[in-house]
């Protein structure tokens, strides 16, 4: 991987006449191998261009590290050219006037036509465009290995949430571990977006979730998705404790267990490790939640640089959202396209499933924002769900003391 980098980085100086016209600094978040590959889709792109690509990785899905580096840079008056950032965040910081003008490109190339409105909610502020969405995420998926799915005599994926129970019970009982997990807050909130879906539908999902009614947090619909989080727990190892996500879907890949619940991004790990969909491994809707789509987007915020920057700055907004990268990226990320006129040709079952899942979501209005990804609410109000998802996951409460945290954590 260092020699390729090094490679594509020497051929960038030799464009531009043994130096670098010009350099995009860039905050992510992407340090897995399939995530890592996907951003060398954009990394190469721009070094055509002659635009060096400075990389600030910070480890840790979710965001969270990235954001505590980012508020140090921004108050040394010395932020990075684009940040990876998810929902709620961008607006955060838009409303502190840290993000740059992208309006005369997304005018010049036509954004407001292609990118769903459910996406430029977060991608514009005031009806200015501050960011650029590479891809649109997905977080109600189950992957499977399908040879530990055979040896345990689960013969299909599970439509409904008891199938998926007795799934579970069969993966367990034939020896291997039946759900991978990974410790950590996000994760278990993941699942709950996906849980919850199930367990309520849709309507459902909004009034608890995104507009924090709290009939709906204090219902017995969310006390039995918390019932349901408990099933859950009985299916995961007792080495689980902060094992990072793609630690979780590699014990999938090596068939050492059954299931994950995870978003999309997980595809790219199973694609970097050479596995083919249908064939190695199985990706399916989280039972109970077929036609909906609980939604995430990465999207690259600019922020406020100096004139010198600016070009550059507007060249890496504009290679995100050439059509041409937007499919080879999404292709090996695991996610599908932020813009609706990227055909699937590239794609394979499991991108094709998820560009069709989101057009028909966004058709009939069951395209929701994920809590779990910043895209549901607030990131105060989502902490305070985070704590309480992950206390009753770990035992620490049962599902009525959770049903009223819960309410008490939305005010």
């Given at each position: 991987m260092k020699r390729h980098v090094i490679a594509a980085a020497a051929a960038g100086l030799l464009a531009t006449g043994g130096a670098w016209a010009q350099s995009?600094?860039?905050?992510?978040?992407?340090?897995?191998?399939?995530?890592?590959?996907?951003l060398g889709v954009l990394k190469k792109d721009l070094e055509k261009q002659g635009v060096a690509w400075k990389d600030m990785?910070?480890?840790g899905g979710g965001g969270e590290a990235a954001m505590t580096s980012l508020r140090a840079r921004v108050t040394a008056k010395n932020p990075p050219t684009a940040v990876q950032m998810l929902g709620f965040d961008i607006q955060d910081w838009a409303k502190q006037g840290a993000l740059g003008d992208l309006n005369a490109l997304a005018a010049k190339e036509g954004w407001d036509k292609t990118v769903p409105a459910a996406l430029q909610a977060f991608s514009k502020h005031n009806g200015k465009w501050i960011a650029a969405p590479v891809n649109v995420h997905s977080t109600n998926w189950v992957w499977a290995n399908r040879e530990v799915l055979a040896k345990a005599g689960v013969n299909a994926a599970p439509a409904n949430w008891d199938a998926f129970v007795d799934a579970l019970d069969k993966v367990q009982k034939a020896g291997f571990v039946a759900l991978a997990h990974g410790g950590q807050a996000w994760q278990e909130a993941t699942i709950f977006d996906g849980v919850v879906l199930a367990?309520?539908?849709?309507?459902?999902?909004?009034?608890?979730?995104?507009n924090k009614?709290?009939?709906?947090?204090?219902?017995?619909?969310?006390?039995?998705?918390?019932?349901?989080?408990?099933?859950l727990r009985k299916y995961v190892d007792k080495d689980f404790s902060n094992r990072d996500w793609n630690l979780a879907s590699a014990m999938v890949i090596q068939g050492k267990a059954g299931f994950q619940i995870m978003g999309d991004w997980a595809k790219g790990e199973f694609i970097n490790a050479k596995k083919a969909p249908g064939k190695d491994f199985l990706c399916f809707r989280v039972p109970g939640t077929q036609g909906m789509v609980s939604f995430n987007s990465d999207q690259f915020a600019m922020f406020n640089v100096g004139a010198a920057a600016q070009d550059a700055q507007i060249k890496l907004a504009s290679a995100i959202m050439n059509p041409s990268f937007q499919s080879a990226f999404n292709v090996v990320k695991g996610s599908v396209p932020a813009?609706?006129?990227?055909?699937?040709?590239?794609?394979?079952?499991?991108?094709?499933?998820?560009?069709?899942d989101l057009a028909e979501a966004n058709t009939k209005g069951t395209l929701v924002g994920s809590m779990a990804h910043g895209h549901a609410v607030p990131a105060s109000v989502k902490n305070a769900f985070y704590d309480v998802i992950t206390q009753h996951f770990n035992g620490k409460m049962d599902s009525a003391a959770a049903v009223k945290a819960m309410v008490q954590a939305a005010e």
């Open positions: 995009v600094e860039v905050l992510h978040w992407w340090t897995s191998g399939g995530e890592a590959a996907a990785p910070v480890a367990t309520g539908g849709v309507d459902f999902y909004r009034k608890a979730l995104v009614d709290k009939a709906s947090l204090g219902s017995d619909t969310m006390k039995r998705a918390f019932d349901r989080m408990a099933q813009r609706t006129d990227v055909p699937d040709r590239a794609f394979d079952d499991c991108g094709k499933k998820g560009m069709k």
